[in-house]
């Protein structure tokens, strides 16, 4: 299929690629990284054919709003997201990079993911009804589906290469990293998260979970990393219509999911194309996010 308006590999041939992931291309820039969000869009893991209009702009805006909004509680990688304030090398692809690059600090990058859950949904709520806990954090009996927890609880994950994401315990992040790290990382984890979903309520939305990934300076500093609470890295459930008690449908990816469950697609790949359709509703749903949260629209 042919797709205007998208961009699915970026051709910066003069930059030098650190790695290329599934949404995000990162660049070396010697002190710093620039991080470019594709249009890519991933379900169940695999990447699909299309892209999707504006995902990268709204990844990236989504995360520099963040970034704001958290500065008065942690130290991030955030620099610019301001082409035309990125190095010479960089400006000669504005047209490419305007609206979804991030100029970072390039940091040593924790090996854990560190996944905060306010309520119960996925992995999460797998594990509770197989054990009755969650990363080793024991929760009440008798909790349903999408219900809330008494309170939000760390359940850090390994940062696997290839495959799923395995969630472990904080013994495990602890045996690794030392038990001071690994206590910054969880109670930095769980103070954004309490400040990032009392903002997301303020707005008509509940930040279900969300995964951050924190590095280090070179002189040792702990800072928030990568992109931050966007539909990617969060779930996001619009308060109207939350019922525990069954799955909520995601704010985003919910109409590319229910196609290719209903087209009974085994989830190997290669990936089926996706109808325009449901290309141009996903788009409109990631707007959508952006202009639920922040209060503005991207394109205004
Ligand atoms: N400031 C940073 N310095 C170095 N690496 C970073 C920084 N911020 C994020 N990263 C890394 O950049 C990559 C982001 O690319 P992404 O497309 O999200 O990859 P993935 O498919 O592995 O999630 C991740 O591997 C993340 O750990
Ligand atoms: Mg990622």
Same mark, same amino acid.
């Given at each position: ?45 695999v990447?699909?054919?299309q ?10 805006g ?13 130290? $991030?990688h ?8 990125m ?51 024991r ?21 696997? $290469? ?7 315990t904080?013994? $495990?992040?602890?045996e690794?990293l ?7 990382l ?5 103070k954004?998260?309490?400040?990032a ?28 990393a ?11 459930? *619009?308060?109207?219509?939350?019922? *525990? ?21 085994n ?14 509703? $996903? ?18």
């Open positions: 299929m042919d797709q205007k308006n998208v961009l699915l590999k970026p051709e910066l041939p003069s930059l030098k690629l650190l790695g290329r992931g599934k949404v995000r291309e990162n660049y070396d820039l010697g002190d710093h990284m620039l991080m470019v969000a594709t249009d890519r869009l991933s379900a169940f893991d990447v699909l054919p892209g999707i209009p504006d995902k990268g702009a709204v990844l990236t989504l995360s520099v709003f963040w970034f704001g909004l958290l500065r008065d509680v942690v130290g $991030t955030f620099v610019t997201a301001d082409v035309a304030k190095p010479g090398d960089v400006q000669k692809y504005a047209s490419v990079l305007r609206g979804r690059s991030m100029l970072v600090r390039k940091l040593a990058i924790v090996p854990f993911e560190c996944v905060v859950r306010g309520y119960l949904a996925g992995s999460g709520w797998s594990d509770y009804t197989r054990t009755g806990s969650i990363s080793g954090i929760l009440p009996a008798g909790l349903r589906e999408s219900d809330k927890l008494p309170e939000p609880v760390f359940t850090p994950s390994t940062k696997a $290469t290839v495959g799923h994401d395995e969630n472990v904080f013994e $495990t992040v602890k690794n030392g038990a001071e790290m690994a206590t910054r969880r109670d930095l984890s769980l954004v998260y309490l400040k979903a009392d903002y997301a309520r303020s707005r008509g939305i509940i930040l279900c979970d969300t995964k951050f990934e924190w590095g280090q300076t070179p002189k040792g500093e702990l800072v928030l990568d992109e931050v609470l966007t539909p990617d890295s969060s779930r996001f459930w *619009p308060v109207d219509g939350y019922a *525990p008690g069954k799955a909520q449908p995601s704010f985003d990816k919910q109409f590319v999911r229910d196609y290719l469950i209903s087209i009974k697609w989830k190997q790949p290669p990936p089926p194309d996706l109808p325009a359709e449901i290309v141009a509703k $996903t788009s409109e749903r990631y707007l959508e996010a952006y202009k639920r949260l922040t209060g503005k629209a991207l394109k205004d």
